[in-house]
């Protein structure tokens, strides 16, 4: 259905930062979630956060726990396009990141390629 295609991973040292994007083709509508995941190596797939492209900053996102408080999830309608701002990066936040969308009510069906973020120690 929709395309996504993510970008901005990269190798960044422990401590440091980067931005992702995830680009969604066509119009997108309020109703809207983009989800991010991430998938290490040897390890499932997890949830790292979520925003609708409805409501304000301050309550459309949501994190897991482990990013909580170093990432941080945006969005430019506009351009249709979510972000995902790491910070404080660690080790263990090394993986393949994936953004993924879906319509308000239902599973997660459209997925993006994914962009490798490694973090060195």
């Known amino acids: 259905q929709v395309q996504l295609v993510e970008s901005g991973g990269g190798l960044v040292q422990a401590g440091g930062s980067l931005r992702l994007s995830c680009a969604a083709s066509g119009r997108t509508f309020s109703s809207y979630v983009m989800g991010w995941f991430r998938q290490a190596p040897g390890k499932e797939r997890e949830f790292v956060g979520g925003?609708?492209?409805?409501?304000?900053?301050?309550?459309?996102?949501y994190y897991a726990d482990s990013v909580k408080g170093r990432f941080t999830i945006s969005r430019d309608n506009a351009k249709n396009t979510v972000y995902l701002q790491m910070n404080s990066l660690k080790p263990e936040d090394t993986a393949v990141y994936y953004c993924a969308g879906a319509e308000m009510g239902l599973d997660f069906d459209s997925w993006g390629q994914g962009t490798q973020v490694t973090v060195s120690s």
């Open positions: 925003i609708r492209w409805s409501g304000g900053s301050g309550g459309s996102a």
